[in-house]
């Protein structure tokens, strides 16, 4: 292949997707208001989580400080949250960050990132039907669980003990459901909403008036009491205590971090709201307000929860497995445990219903543009992607039935985490390329000269790139400052100076590339929600999301990698010879020459008259 047909295979992997593609008619049923969005966002980020993790890192991590974590935790959801929000108001279509990437930096990420997105869902959708299957296996004493093991024993690596054929019926029952129609997906999802909130509310205010502020107030001695007796010793000399020192902050302020940093993915799931840009009566209003919201509506609830927990029982004491019931017993109120169990049971339900509501919305955007298969497009009368909903369903469904997923679950952080780190960075290329009404004062200066210092009024085409090539060096520069602070974590405890210097360089590197971005004129085009404090959200955002990807263990990244290897093969086997743009482009290009043609002619017949 010569240099020119490497360079013009090249440029067409980075071609974008306009925001109204000439041809392209919705064919979804815009029926959904804000408090379904709000509804679908708040299900599927308050899952079982808030009746699990509050009780793990409050006992092992943070202490009674666990308030504090899930607060940092939110600031930086909120982060991401607006990012998409956003996007939300100005591309309402499906697709969320999928769409996000193709509109903003080109094909070939925009395949990566919805083929990370589905990635996420799929392992989301099975661990959850798991969950649920196994929740509902211990309310009725281990029956379905002791049965499988003593007829269907699977003992072979990287399959499940036995097939978990009640998860799987789960999966492919809500794929019925969600292909029928999105109205009543919605609101069964509602319900199962309410409930979750109603019992969370219960809980919250139980802890309130069964709780005791000493609780918050653990002495060091009492600890160590509570260690020797753990150990059956005698006396506490030269005993080190293994819940910290007591307090409010307990493991000190690191503690509190690194629960933030657990506590961060608690609030994942927000972004099916995105995947329903066609089907919102005004998305646009719809859309930024059922992110933030959603976000909002889970932090108080986290909140007040954890911090009922911590109140009425020790945060030592805690049960890591069912802390809630645990500590109503503690307190005396042993039946609350059934209102609890029937919760978490509405909680797994929502969110297993909004792991699987974004699946076949992406399937059907990538589809639609030609990356993937065509037959995935077809939708119900009801406007429904049916065939991508089954198609979906059956996946996530088998690898319930089969696979152990303890070890894929990380995989699904990764997935979701490169999402969110995408759309920071598109909302931030975005916000400074030409816009529709910036061409006539981009004329009116074309002619002068412009500098860091002193930009001009409006973006040009000059500026635009300046901005993308100073986003790209701020990622690479937050991707060598994360490696640093995790590998590099000892070195900087000990203040060794070559640590500390780096880690000065590089942050001074990001710090100026924020002040010569925000030199920069934004675009003129206004949305009903916008980003504020640009450019510098969407790159803590960036570091937030890229840390927490850096600390996931070299196996996950291995096995992220041949799913990467797999989504590859077939873009450059499929999706690049039927890319739906690449036809537009060509049409495009074919009608040019073809009118060219008609006036080289025109010409040729007024010369030879």
């Given at each position: ?137 211990d309310l009725i004493g281990g029956v379905i669980s002791k049965y499988f ?312 085409s000059v500026t635009s790139r300046t901005v993308t090539i100073l986003a ?70 960036a570091l937030i999301n890229i840390y927490l990807m850096i600390q996931l ?57």
């Open positions: 292949m010569s240099c020119s047909g490497i360079r013009s295979f090249l440029v067409s992997l980075s071609r974008r997707k306009p925001l109204e593609p000439e041809g392209e008619q919705s064919t979804f049923n815009r029926c959904l208001s804000t408090l379904d969005l709000v509804a679908l966002g708040v299900g599927s980020t308050l899952g079982a989580g808030v009746y699990v993790l509050s009780g793990e890192v409050a006992r092992e991590t943070a202490g009674p400080s666990i308030i504090i974590s899930f607060f940092i935790a939110a600031l930086a959801s909120i982060f991401a949250g607006l990012c998409y929000a956003e996007f939300g108001s100005r591309v309402p279509k499906t697709g969320s960050a999928y769409l996000y990437s193709y509109v903003t930096v080109g094909e070939l990420l925009a395949f990566i990132t919805g083929w990370n997105l589905l990635l996420s869902y799929v392992i989301g959708t099975s661990s959850v039907a798991l969950a649920w299957s196994g929740t509902f296996d093991e003593k007829h269907a024993t699977m003992g072979l690596p990287g399959l499940a003990p036995y097939p978990d054929v009640f998860a799987a019926l789960l999966i492919l029952l809500l794929s019925g459901l969600l292909a029928f129609g999105v109205k009543e997906s919605a609101m069964i999802n509602k319900i199962f909403t309410a409930i979750n909130i109603l019992v969370l509310l219960f809980v919250a205010i139980s802890g309130f008036i069964k709780g005791h502020i000493s609780n918050w107030q653990i002495s060091e001695e009492t600890l160590l009491n509570e260690t020797a007796e753990l150990n059956n010793l005698t006396s506490t000399a030269n005993l080190t205590t293994e819940f910290g020192v007591g307090g409010f902050f307990p493991y000190g302020i690191s503690g509190t971090l690194a629960g933030a940093a657990t506590c961060f993915y608690a609030f994942v799931g927000f972004d099916c709201i995105a995947t329903t840009g066609e089907e919102v009566k005004n998305p646009q209003k719809s859309v930024p307000l059922g992110i933030v919201a959603s976000l909002l509506i889970c932090f108080v609830a986290y909140f007040a929860v954890s911090a009922a927990l911590t109140l009425m029982m020790p945060y030592y004491m805690l049960n890591q497995k069912s802390p809630l019931p645990v500590a109503f017993e503690y307190v005396g109120w042993g039946p609350a445990k059934y209102v609890v169990a029937v919760g978490s049971l509405c909680a797994l339900s929502t969110s297993l219903l909004g792991s699987m509501f974004p699946m076949p919305r992406v399937l059907f955007a990538m589809a639609r543009d030609g990356l993937l298969f065509h037959p995935l497009t077809k939708v119900t009368s009801k406007g429904s992607p049916a065939i991508a909903t089954i198609t979906s369903g059956t996946v996530a469904a088998i690898m319930a039935l089969l696979f152990d997923l303890a070890a894929l679950v990380e995989m699904m952080s990764i997935g979701t985490l490169f999402a969110y780190t995408l759309v920071a960075i598109c909302i931030l290329i975005l916000r400074y390329q030409v816009g529709p009404s910036d061409s006539d004062l981009q004329l009116k200066e074309s002619n002068t000269k412009f500098g860091c210092l002193k930009p001009p009024s409006s973006p040009t790209l060096i701020s990622i690479v520069d937050i991707v060598a400052l994360c490696v640093l602070l995790t590998q590099g974590l000892n070195a900087l405890s000990r203040k060794e100076a070559w640590s500390l210097v780096c880690v000065c360089i590089l942050a001074f590197i990001l710090v100026l590339n924020i002040f010569l971005i925000w030199r920069h004129p934004q675009n003129t085009s206004k949305a009903s929600f916008m980003v504020p404090l640009l450019p510098a959200l969407p790159l803590v955002s263990g070299g196996e996950t990244w291995i096995r992220y990698a041949v799913w990467m290897l797999v989504g590859l093969l077939i873009y450059f086997g499929y999706g690049v010879r039927h890319s739906i743009q690449k036809q537009r482009l060509l049409a495009s290009k074919m009608n040019i020459e073809t009118i060219s043609n008609k006036i080289d002619n025109e010409v040729i017949k007024e010369e030879k008259f």
